[in-house]
C-alpha cells in the first residue's frame, strides 16, 4: 500500500520538481520481468526510474546500512525492501532478489553500488552479472545525466525544475554460465551491461569505459 503512494506521489513530484527530456520508448520501462540497469550519480535518479515504471512489484535495495534505524526498517517492510550488503557476498539477500525475479517482479538497480563522485560511469560490479545470467530475465540499460546532488540541491533552493536528460536502450539477455572461469565469464557479463549504458551516455559521462571497442560497437549506426 505504501508503495502505491509512493509511486503515486512521484507522479505528481517529479514534473514539477525537473524538466524531462526523455529518448527512446517509454513504454518498454512497461515490460513484463526484467533487470532496469542505470548509473548512479545522485539519489534523485532512482526516483526517476521508479516513477516511470509505474509497477508496485519493483524490487527495492536499501544498504544494509540503515538497518540500524527503526524507521528505514518500517518503511523497508511496507515496500517489501531487501537489505542488502553492497560491500561483501550477500547470499542471503541474493536468494531473495533470485526469487522474486523468478516471481515476475521487476528490478532497479545501479551497477556500480554507489554513486559516482565524480558524475562518469564507474567500474561495475557482479552482482548484476550474476542475476541476469541466473534468472534469464531481460536486461533494459537507461541512462541518466542532471542529477547529480548538488545541481538538485542548487536548482531546487532557487525554486527552478532541473534540467533531467533520461536515455532509455534496447532489451538483451546474458547467457547462463555452463562452464569456463565463472570470475571471467561474470567480468565480461558486467563489462557488456556497463558499456550498454555508456552508449547511452555523452562521451564526458563514460568514466572508465569511455575507450572500451563495446562502446564504439554499440553507437555505429545499424
Not at 527530456?21 to 526484467?34: A, L, M, P, S
Amino acid at each position: 500500500m505504501l508503495l502505491k503512494f509512493i509511486l503515486t506521489l512521484l507522479k505528481v513530484v517529479i514534473p514539477l520538481i525537473t524538466r524531462l527530456e526523455v529518448y527512446g520508448d517509454r513504454d518498454k520501462f512497461q515490460g513484463d520481468n526484467q533487470i532496469i540497469v542505470s548509473n548512479h550519480i545522485g539519489i534523485l535518479e532512482a526516483l526517476l526510474v521508479y516513477y516511470f515504471i509505474d509497477r508496485d512489484d519493483a524490487i527495492v535495495l536499501l544498504a544494509e546500512k540503515h538497518k540500524g534505524h527503526w524507521f528505514t526498517r518500517e518503511l523497508a517492510r511496507q515496500v517489501d525492501a531487501i537489505f542488502i550488503d553492497r560491500y561483501n557476498a550477500d547470499f542471503n539477500a541474493t536468494r531473495k532478489v533470485l526469487k522474486r525475479l523468478q516471481d515476475g517482479d521487476v528490478m532497479v538497480i545501479a551497477p556500480e553500488g554507489t554513486r559516482s563522485p565524480d558524475g562518469s560511469l564507474q567500474e561495475g560490479r557482479f552482482g548484476v552479472s550474476y542475476l541476469a545470467s541466473k534468472t534469464g530475465v531481460p536486461i533494459l540499460p537507461v541512462a541518466v545525466t542532471g542529477t547529480e546532488d548538488r545541481i538538485v540541491k542548487s536548482k531546487l533552493l532557487r525554486l527552478q525544475r532541473v534540467p533531467v536528460v533520461v536515455r532509455i536502450g534496447d532489451q538483451f539477455t546474458l547467457p547462463p554460465i555452463r562452464g569456463g572461469d565463472r570470475r571471467v565469464i561474470l567480468q565480461e557479463y558486467t563489462d557488456e551491461i556497463m558499456c550498454q549504458i555508456a552508449a547511452l551516455l555523452p562521451p564526458e559521462k563514460r568514466g572508465i569505459y569511455s575507450q572500451n571497442p563495446r562502446v564504439e560497437e554499440l553507437l555505429r549506426p545499424s
